[in-house]
């Protein structure tokens, strides 16, 4: 079956502050050579295209407060002076002039997405989208997030969000950690806290409170250099066995490629081919509806790569034979074996926390064809 693909209008979204000298890596470029790399390998070709719209009030704030939008309103107007004492208030972010009407654009884009794949006009998609949103959080922007797409996008039905972003995206975990309509996991590198943004509560025992324990599932990577077998031991031993338990309505993926091989932020060494495949394990959840939204990814080559990836593998193309899969490290067995028996108690398909045989990976080659 040929499937569908919405990507997001690009041009109207590559200005953001970019010129700061503190801000050296999240670059308009990071949405042209993507978008640029689709129309080469002729797959922008046998994309649906559907026009971006800006978000409304209403829709940010679903998940944001009314004094935090309010504030953002008023950056358009603010002198450099008072844009930089602004930007001061929040960690890792740079307002620019035009950040408030690309950062509408960034949600609206995803929604856009959302909606046309709930209402069955597209089976799936990609928003290549700035700014990013994953950290950004209720009353405060973060990690250079002003809104939060993917936590907005959330708001429709019982969804499972997929963060495989090299950082934890705190602000969608703040946005659902009581909230049992939204399991949302995340792999992120944490190094015993020691990593960005060195928070407690990124580790594996943040589980999620009240009605929402037990839906919020952090694998921590407490070393880099993690490879494509390292991937796939987790979504085979951790993330699929609880997700057909979930059984989603929809899957909402928070695309970072800086976990991608040969980017600065992520010092990961999985190659770009395995995002094909890590899509096409989660094509099989939710009747297909898969919408994935931009977040990091900071080696133009890798991610441009990673994206057509995905692209490929959302079209119904087959993913590429995975070549010198191992057994998964002694680090990422901690890890899993961690996560499992913190969330037994929530999920039978966890009730028996066995050792993790990496003999299992290698059926991936025969599933993912």
């Known amino acids: 079956m040929h499937v569908k693909q919405i990507v997001g ?52 704030l679903l998940v944001h407060s009314e004094e935090y939008l309010e504030a953002v309103k008023k950056t358009p107007y603010m002198t450099l002076e008072d844009l930089m004492a602004f930007t001061q208030q929040y ?9 408030y009407h690309c950062a509408k654009l960034a949600v609206g884009a995803t929604l856009q997405l959302v909606d046309s794949v709930m209402t069955g006009r597209v089976r799936n998609g990609i928003a290549l989208v700035r700014p990013p ?4 959080q209720k009353s405060a922007a973060s990690g250079f997030c002003i809104f939060n797409n993917v936590a907005i996008g959330a708001r429709y039905a019982m969804v499972l969000i997929v963060d495989w972003d090299v950082h934890h995206g705190q602000g969608v975990q703040y946005c ?7 399991l949302y996991f995340s792999w992120h590198r944490y190094e015993h806290q020691n990593f960005w943004p060195n928070l407690r509560e990124s580790d594996y025992d943040s589980v999620g409170k009240e009605k929402g324990a037990g839906f919020n599932i952090n694998v921590p990577w407490n ?10 031991a987790v979504f085979f031993h951790v993330l699929l066995p609880v997700a057909y338990e979930f059984c989603p309505d929809l899957v909402l993926v928070s695309a970072g490629f800086d976990s991608a091989i040969g980017d600065p932020e992520g010092k990961m060494c999985a190659t770009p081919d395995i995002f094909a495949h890590l899509t096409h394990l989660l094509m099989n959840l939710a009747g297909g509806k898969l919408c994935a939204v931009l977040e990091g990814g900071y080696n133009l080559t890798s991610l441009a790569q990673s994206v057509c990836q995905t692209v490929q593998t959302l079209l119904g193309d087959p993913a590429p034979l995975p070549a010198d899969l ?10 899993i074996h961690c996560v499992r028996s913190a969330h037994k108690q929530y999920w039978s398909c966890l009730k028996y926390t066995g050792t993790t045989s990496p003999c299992l990976l290698m059926i991936v080659s025969f599933i993912s064809q």
């Open 9 to 60: 209008n690009v041009s109207d979204l590559i200005y953001h502050l970019c010129n700061d000298p503190a801000c050296k890596i999240e670059v308009p470029e990071r949405l042209t050579v993507s978008h640029e790399a689709l129309v080469r390998t002729g797959l922008a070709a046998r994309c649906v295209s559907i026009a971006v719209r800006e978000a409304t009030d209403e829709e940010i």
């Open 91 to 99: 960690g890792d972010v740079y307002f620019h002039p035009n950040i």
């Open 133 to 136: 949103g994953h950290h950004s």
């Open 176 to 182: 659902f950690e009581d909230d049992p309509n939204v």
């Open 223 to 232: 070393k880099v250099g993690m490879e494509n077998s390292d991937y796939l």
């Open 326 to 335: 191992g057994g998964p490290c002694e680090s990422v067995l901690k890890s």
